[in-house]
């Protein structure tokens, strides 16, 4: 059964604070996305990598950084976490869209 | 560039009747299109796809959806609403391997 992990289902943060939230997909797929949710305004991509070691901002990259290490783990960074940035984080893994695998969600609050 | 409208945040239907939910989109090539359900706090799950092939496409739990490129819209239905799909709905354009373009999202209400 593919995955895509999030390590956290809930996280709560304080206001200043680095925050890392990491997905990992079991799939050897080379494109990994992560997407931030709010009610109202849908699904929106802040950053995506094509290959380790390398990014692309996506719509609303503002705040935020993210991390390729390996190809199975994709890290998003808050660098100083601010309470806009409270949201529905979700990461995706696909190898061309028509095979789109998402993980649970983090459900970030920052105080 | 792509992009996705869904018409109307939430919908209410009662239990038994017809589903509609409205998706147009915008796309500068040939769209790949989605639907995708997300339950009360749960990841997405993809419900049907349009690729290439017949414009009519059926996916899981009794939706389907209509490709019509004329109308540039891919509205998803289903013919009697279950207590059960009461959910989030997104649709989402892509393009071989383009990222994917979500819409807002519309809120299924299903009434007794």
């Known amino acids: 059964d593919v995955k895509v992990t999030q390590s956290s289902r809930y996280l709560v943060k304080r206001t200043g604070e680095k925050v890392f939230l990491e997905c990992v997909q079991d799939m050897d797929h080379e494109n990994m996305f992560w997407y931030r949710q709010d009610p109202g305004l849908g699904l929106r991509l802040i950053y995506f990598?094509?290959?380790?070691?390398?990014?692309e901002k996506g719509d609303i990259p503002e705040g935020y950084s993210v991390s390729r290490e390996k190809k199975e783990r994709f890290s998003l960074i808050l660098e100083s976490a601010s309470t806009n940035q409270t949201s529905m984080y979700l990461c995706?893994?696909?190898?061309?869209?028509?095979?789109?695998?998402f993980g649970q969600g983090t459900r970030l609050t920052v105080v | 560039a792509q992009s996705v409208t869904q018409l109307g945040s939430h919908v209410s239907v009662s239990e038994g009747a017809l589903v509609l939910l409205r998706c147009n989109y915008s796309s500068s090539v040939p769209p790949y299109l989605f639907w995708y359900v997300q339950y009360p706090n749960q990841g997405l799950q993809l419900l049907l796809k349009?690729?290439?092939?017949?414009?009519l496409v059926k996916g899981i739990n009794g939706f389907e959806a209509e490709f019509k490129k004329s109308e540039t819209s891919f509205h998803l239905t289903k013919p009697s609403a279950h207590m059960s799909d009461a959910a989030e709905y997104f649709c989402a354009v892509g393009s071989g391997y383009s990222t994917l373009t979500f819409g807002k999202g519309t809120m299924l209400l299903v009434s007794p």
């Open positions: 995706a893994s696909y190898q061309g869209v028509r095979r789109a695998f």
């Open positions: 990598s094509y290959d380790v070691k390398m990014k």
């Open positions: 349009y690729t290439t092939g017949a414009t």
